[in-house]
T-cell receptor
Framework: SQKIEQNSEALNIQEGKTATLTCNYT??????LQWYRQDPGRGPVFLLL?????KEKRKERLKVTFDTTLKQSLFHITASQPADSATYLC????????????FGSGTRLQVQP | GAVVSQHPSRVICKSGTSVKIECRSL??????MFWYRQFPKQSLMLMAT?????????EQGVEKDKFLINHASLTLSTLTVTSAHPEDSSFYIC?????????????FGPGTRLTVL
């Protein structure tokens, strides 16, 4: 069955360091992958989308890589700030049909000042 | 741009009653809206997909007669939880997809916390 795995343990880092979150998937051939941020009691907020034919995408302090051979995406936040503390979700979608998203369980990031 | 609202943000109801949740795309027309459910410390699980003017497509295990979805216009979709029970208590989140050149992005509402007593 299709499976998306994110590290369920919280990631604790010091302010100013780079946070790296991992998303692995199996039995899935996504057309694109998205990363979202979710704060407690709130809906997810879209961050970045990367397509299957793209290796890397950047947006300000954020960087996403996508390796379809390893079936893995890495999400980096450089120069992390306490305000970056949240749960980060990866989501995959097929390129056809309804394009519904399948979400990973998320990784909680805690940036210590 | 690309704002999605939900109403109400929080609702408490008695077991056996029905609850309606609204999802609106405020500044774009949504060809497709999705409804998700999220239990504590779990990920979002897709419940159903709705396209304007047509019947919703439900995921396996989601009862269509219990979770009624109406997508009456390009900016509004509603989810009605009928005969709610305590196990329906959850965080319900909608998302909207515009289609066209921006079709791959889904924009999420702030969620509705449902508590069934």
């Amino acid at each position: 069955s299709q499976k998306i795995e994110q590290n369920s343990e919280a990631l604790n880092i010091q302010e100013g360091k780079t946070a790296t979150l991992t998303c692995n998937y199996t039995n899935y051939s996504p057309a694109y992958l998205q990363w979202y941020r979710q704060d407690p009691g709130r809906g997810p907020v879209f961050l970045l989308l990367i397509r299957e034919n793209e290796k890397e995408k950047r947006k300000e302090r954020l960087k996403v890589t996508f390796d379809t051979t390893l079936k893995q995406s890495l999400f980096h936040i450089t120069a992390s700030q306490p305000a970056d503390s949240a749960t980060y979700l990866c989501a995959l979608a097929s390129g056809t049909g309804r394009r519904a998203l399948t979400f990973g369980s998320g990784t909680r990031l805690q940036v210590q000042p | 741009g690309a704002v999605v609202s939900q109403h109400p943000s929080r609702v408490i109801c008695k077991s056996g009653t029905s609850v309606k949740i609204e999802c609106r795309s405020l500044d774009f027309q949504a060809t497709t809206m999705f409804w998700y459910r999220q239990f504590p410390k779990q990920s979002l699980m897709l419940m159903a997909t709705s396209n304007e003017g047509s019947k919703a497509t439900y995921e396996q295990g989601v009862e269509k007669d219990k979770f009624l979805i109406n997508h009456a216009s390009l900016t509004l979709s509603t989810l009605t939880v009928t005969s709610a029970h305590p196990e329906d208590s959850s965080f319900y989140i909608c998302s909207a997809r515009e289609g066209g050149s921006r079709g791959n992005e889904q924009f999420f509402g702030p969620g509705t916390r449902l508590t069934v007593l």
